[in-house]
């Protein structure tokens, strides 16, 4: 069964909410995720309310009704892909996301299902910072690829290895 977040429908089923301490000990610490760690596939329905609510929230006024909430806007479906991530990794206080690279090869309909995975390319300790980079893509329905994104995160290394 889905998890309707309220802006855009995950599978399979999470939690839905943001982990308390006790769900965060289930969550993957980024210290025990080698690099080539692949994640489970997810799949990400997109509802037009998630189109207002994210357009809205960058400023822009949009409503159920605007032919524009036909089509994903394109960072909003990265954003999307990484709100799983960001409920399966336990990324530890002081954590700031550093660096994003997305291509995008086609738009995205509202309501089109798009599967998405993700793998850690490099996680390393560089003095006393552990650097996460995670390489995403989403596909279509047939595996043709709708995107990908890199994303790159640094953690005060102290904070997961104490938290772990």
């Known amino acids: 069964m889905p998890f309707d977040h309220g802006l855009f429908t995950i599978d399979p089923v999470s939690s839905g909410t943001m982990p308390n301490r006790v769900e965060q000990e289930k969550h993957m610490s980024l210290t025990n995720l ?13 509802s037009p309310e998630y ?5 809205a929230a ?13 089509h994903v806007p394109p960072m909003a479906l990265i954003a999307a892909s990484l709100s799983k991530l960001i409920e399966e990794i336990e990324f ?6 550093a660096a994003q690279e997305v291509y995008f090869a086609r738009s ?18 560089r003095q006393s910072s552990r650097i996460t980079t995670i390489k995403s893509t989403l596909n279509d329905n047939d595996g043709n690829l709708v995107a990908s994104a890199t994303s790159t995160v640094i953690t005060p290394a102290n904070n997961l290895d104490t938290e772990s």
């Open 51 to 55: 189109v207002v609510r994210y357009r």
């Open 92 to 97: 530890g206080a002081g954590t700031i996301h």
């Open 58 to 70: 960058l400023g822009g006024a949009s409503d159920k009704n605007d032919l524009s909430v036909n």
């Open 34 to 46: 080698p690099t080539g760690h692949r994640f489970e596939q997810r799949s990400l329905d997109i």
């Open 108 to 125: 995205v309909k509202t309501g089109e299902r798009i599967y998405t995975t993700a793998e850690i390319s490099s996680n390393v300790v």
